[in-house]
């Protein structure tokens, strides 16, 4: 398969889960009569999911300036897994559960709203920079691994951080919301 046509499978799943996460957003689908209990253990799942991504992607950039890039790999093919376990239960969550709003009147709000906003918007951008870090770290093993080694370099230099930014604030914003779950 073409790098082209690997980029194009890359977008198309990017939009796709974009699509999902605000139509679920809107509740525009419809929610069952009687929610599963479960449902509501899922934002404490995710504040777990995403610390434990945080810590592995740290140990995955503490293992790669080792040299150990057998035990990077492994690393973040396990944080890739765990952040997509991640995705399906926001998805669910968010389809099944009502919102919980930060109160109005918190001197803490705009604090969290920053906090918020900028997690979404930077989980938004960052899935396509992970999906195709993964390709390239992926295709490394191939005859022109090097070439394949240099861009997934080049992007990690952007996905990495994000990433990590992007777990860290999820689990600072699952803390800040948490008090006021109405469960």
């Known amino acids: 398969m073409s790098d082209k046509a690997v980029f194009r499978i890359v ?3 990017s939009i ?23 449902v509501f253990k899922l934002p404490k799942l995710n504040a777990f999911l995403n610390g434990t991504c945080s810590l592995l992607l740290l140990l995955s950039l503490y293992m790669i300036k080792q040299g150990n890039v057998a035990v990077h790999k492994r ?5 890739f897994c765990l952040s997509s376990i991640f ?12 919102e919980t709003t930060f109160p109005v009147g918190n001197s803490m709000r705009t604090v969290y709203l ?12 960052v899935l396509p920079l992970i999906l195709l870090s993964f390709y390239y770290g992926l295709k490394t093993q191939q005859e022109d691994g090097q070439v394949y080694i240099r861009k997934h370099r080049k992007l990690t230099r952007w996905s990495f951080p ?3 930014y992007v777990t860290v604030t999820g689990v600072i914003v699952y803390l800040m919301i948490s008090p006021y779950y109405p469960f």
């Not at 796709?16 to 479960?38: C, M, S, T």
């Not at 995705?87 to 009502?98: D, E, F, R, S, V």
Request: proline content about 5%.
């Open 114 to 125: 920053i906090i918020l906003i900028s997690h979404i918007i930077l989980a938004g951008l």
């Open 75 to 79: 690393l973040n093919i396990i944080t």
């Open 11 to 13: 977008m198309g799943i």
């Open 87 to 98: 995705l399906i239960c926001y998805i669910t969550y968010h389809w099944m559960a009502k």
């Open 16 to 38: 796709f889960v974009l699509v999902a996460v605000i139509i679920l957003n809107k509740k525009i689908l419809p929610v069952p009569e009687v929610i599963p209990d479960f």
């Open 162 to 164: 994000i990433w990590l």
